[in-house]
């Protein structure tokens, strides 16, 4: 009579637990969107027909130049883009947060191959953003002394952004955040020759 008894409450509270487990399944909250199969980003290719990745840049692309802005050439654009992002930024400027010597964005797709081309010397059909000197436009490396290098970053983006022109770096890429669809990016480097 006594096992019996035990193996009813035994009984019980196995189907108690079992039963609290499968409802607190069935209410558990949905997982994130991200956390849904999400795809992940695509890598574009960014290059130029002027230097190689990771290559010394012409001079006519700098201070020492003509401070023009170097050829560059975007595939892989995945499908859904609606704009796209240039970033050129100094990291081994002198100062806190390196140099970002260009700034541009809602740069319109003028083709639907996945490629876009950047003439040299062809400011992009975008928004022009603020560089850390303050200017609107492409400004050249123009290292204070040694070997620096020029990183320039490009975004696709599903969205026009909603920024006025002269947006800093660290407003484009907060409010880039939950819209690119992939990114790519290019280095250049560059030392000033002194006499």
Known sequence: M????????????????VWGAGRSVVNAPAPEPS???????????????AFAHN???????????????????????????KTLALIMHDPDA?????????????????????????????????????????????QGPCPPSGTHRYFFMVYALDATLPLGAGSTKAELEEVMQGHILGEGEFIGLYSRKRP
């Not at 001079?59 to 654009?77: H, M, V, W």
Request: net charge negative; aromatic share 6%.
């Open 2 to 17: 006594r096992t019996a008894i035990l193996w009813i409450i035994i009984t019980t509270v196995i189907g108690v637990v």
């Open 35 to 49: 956390a849904m199969g999400r795809e992940p980003m695509q890598r574009l290719t960014l290059t130029s027909s």
């Open 55 to 81: 290559s010394m840049m012409p001079e006519r692309f700098t201070c020492d130049g003509t401070d023009a802005i170097p050829p560059l050439d975007i595939a892989g654009i995945p499908a859904g883009t």
């Open 94 to 138: 002198p100062r806190p947060g390196g140099w970002t010597h260009w700034v541009i964005y809602n740069i319109k797709m003028e083709n639907e191959n996945s490629k876009m081309t950047i003439g040299e010397g062809e400011e992009p059909n975008g928004i022009a953003g603020r560089g850390t000197g303050g200017e609107l436009t492409y």
